[in-house]
């Protein structure tokens, strides 16, 4: 019995930990495909996150600072992909893809130049996003060990949680939220009542990649410590699946995300107390992500406008 707490408790933890960075994507892939601009460079802005929230962490020593920079890395990219998709009105997949493939080939030659490596130096227990309520709980305790494992877990897992009510919040009870979606919608209705379509989706788009920026910093400045080429790997298009899962809604998108953590979570898990081959493990988040696109992405209701460049009328 105790050991059953025991792993339960480890797969929940695990499942927090992973699941915080693709919510980030996903909230930010919601924000971009709810106005009308699709967006698979998040896995190039997180990429483009990860390393900067890890470099800025290392030589400021403020883990903060590096969380909020690397968001700000990700809305760098956000801005190029916006500028070419809403600006110029460039095809919006192909301007994700070449984002995608921008993001690491800059980051590994940044990498290349500060560190004479494709990696970054491990960061310091200081220099990572700090853990909330350790030490609350007696883990000399079966319940003690249980809620320890669950609830002291990484400051940016309870922020993520917060974040999903805000944007919740914006998207349903405000008036931006109102012509967010109208512009997604129908931006030509949008423009005759005054509302600037190119205004809004390039915010949008930018915010997108400022959320994905921040889900890169978490897999580098809190699970994994330190930045390499394939810190990020499949989790944008993962983050993706999940917000097709959720109907574009934030909501919808937690529920997914946690389905994903879950199975990230699990691997982990597995990996360390059964004789399963790791690799085969690590195959179960995509396997899982192939099979959700194919049940739900029939059933979304896509934005009708989504994917369609806006040309503004004369």
């Not at 933890?13 to 460079?41: D, K, M, Q, R």
């Not at 394939?230 to 529920?255: D, N, T, Y």
Request: hydrophobic share 50%.
């Amino acid at each position: 019995m105790t050991n059953l707490v025991n792993s339960l408790g480890i797969i929940l933890y695990a499942t927090l930990i992973y699941t915080t960075p693709l919510l980030y994507a996903a909230l930010g892939s919601c924000f971009s495909e709810l106005s009308g601009v699709v967006n698979i460079g998040i896995e190039g802005m997180m990429t483009a996150g990860a390393f900067t929230g890890t470099v800025v962490a290392y030589f400021t020593g403020n883990p903060w600072v590096g969380f909020i920079c690397g968001g700000l890395a990700g809305a760098l990219f956000g801005m190029l992909h916006a500028t070419a998709t809403v600006r110029l009105g460039a095809d919006q997949t192909i301007a994700g893809t070449a984002i995608n493939m921008l993001g690491p080939g800059i980051v590994i030659m940044i990498a290349k130049v500060l560190f004479d490596s494709t990696d970054t130096i491990p960061l310091t227990p200081t220099q990572k996003i700090p853990k909330l309520f350790t030490g609350l709980f007696d883990t000399g305790t079966v319940f003690g060990r249980f809620m320890d494992n669950v609830f002291a877990t990484y400051a940016s897992t309870y922020l993520v949680f917060v974040a999903v009510a805000i944007v919740w919040f914006v998207f349903y009870k405000t008036r931006f939220g109102l012509r967010l979606r109208a512009c997604g919608e129908h931006p030509q209705a949008c423009e005759t009542l005054g509302i600037n379509v190119i205004a809004m989706r390039f915010i949008c788009v930018c915010m997108s990649g400022f959320l994905s920026g921040l889900g890169g910093a978490c897999v580098t400045m809190a699970i994994s410590t330190q930045f390499r080429p394939i810190s990020i790997v499949g989790q944008g298009f993962i983050a993706i699946a999940a917000v097709i899962f959720g109907k574009f809604k934030p909501h919808g998108a937690l529920i997914g995300c946690l389905l994903f953590g879950f199975c990230s979570g699990l691997k982990v898990v597995l990996g360390g107390s059964s004789g399963v081959n790791m690799q085969l493990l690590s195959m179960i988040p995509y396997v899982v992500t192939v099979i959700v696109l194919i049940l739900f992405v029939g059933k979304s209701h896509v934005p009708a406008a989504s994917g369609k460049p806006f040309i503004k009328s004369k």
